[in-house]
């Protein structure tokens, strides 16, 4: 077995260390990711400008390719240049912090993931509950127990696991839920400073509500102290609103309007 790893808090992260040790005996792994975090990066590439990639040694303990650039762009980097091999998996993580509800789609992690996903690689993202002590080995356990299950159901091309293990302050997870994201909007809100010429800045601080409004979600699960599983898919055309739109006639509709504006 194949493995690419990656994450979105860089390569130097507790959590990246985590996600290897917990896979490094399964097969052949590689370390491909941002010399630098990339949080809330979302699936940004780089285009604009080149990318360098060094081979450095983390920690004294493992060998990977770090890259200037975000979890989208280590994916394909690797995918396409650095690896010289396919990967049968692609595995993001161990993020600092829960990626539930909206943040999917700020996530760099879930991203990474997401990359290997348009490759047509089986992918799994893992976030864990931020906390006082983070306790990424517990997260490692949980990481390389549901990705030996994901490989045995043997995944299709493309699918893609949003994992979210809820912190370990008091216990080990109570289970694991397979339940849809979240919708609930994130408390946002905006810290003004001034430069030192007088003008504001604003800084984006914000948390998930109290309670979650909406039960039998990631978000729930992870108050609720139970593992999240979210299949994710990058298509994100909303299939029932456009048979709702065909059935409504809305390309007649438009058909009509072209043809009087002509
Ligand atoms: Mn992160």
């Not at 860089?10 to 052949?28: H, S, T």
């Not at 039998?216 to 299949?231: C, K, N, Q, W």
Request: include cysteine.
């Amino acid at each position: 077995m194949r493995i690419l790893v990656t994450n979105d808090d860089g390569i130097m992260a507790p959590g990246i260390k985590a996600l290897y040790r917990a896979v490094r005996d399964l097969g052949e792994v590689e370390v491909v990711a941002p010399e630098t975090s990339q949080s809330a990066g979302g699936h940004s590439i780089s285009v604009l400008s080149p990318m360098m990639a060094h081979r450095v040694h983390v920690h004294s303990e493992f060998h990977a390719w770090s890259v200037d650039g975000s979890p989208a762009d280590c994916v394909k980097l690797a995918m396409l240049k650095l690896l010289d091999w396919r990967p049968d998996f692609v595995l993001s993580g161990i993020n600092a912090g829960v990626n539930t509800a909206i943040n999917v789609l700020y996530s760099g992690t879930v991203a990474g993931a997401i990359e290997g996903a348009c490759f047509g690689v089986p992918a799994m993202a893992f976030s864990l509950e931020l906390s006082d002590h983070l306790d990424f080995d517990g997260a490692g356990s949980v990481a390389r127990s549901l990705f030996l299950e994901f490989t045995r159901t043997r995944p299709e091309p493309g699918v893609c696991l949003n994992v979210n293990i809820p912190k370990f302050d008091k216990g080990w997870p109570r289970g694991t839920r397979v339940v849809p994201q979240a919708v609930v909007p994130m408390q946002d809100r905006y810290h003004v400073q001034h430069d030192p010429r007088g003008n504001p800045v604003y800084w984006l601080d914000g948390e998930m509500p109290e309670h979650p409004v909406d039960s039998g979600t990631d978000l729930a699960a992870i108050y609720e102290r139970f593992v999240s599983i979210t299949p994710l898919r990058f298509d994100l055309t909303d299939h029932k609103r456009m048979a709702e739109m065909a059935a409504v006639g809305w390309p007649q509709a438009f058909e009509r309007i072209e043809a009087a504006t002509r």
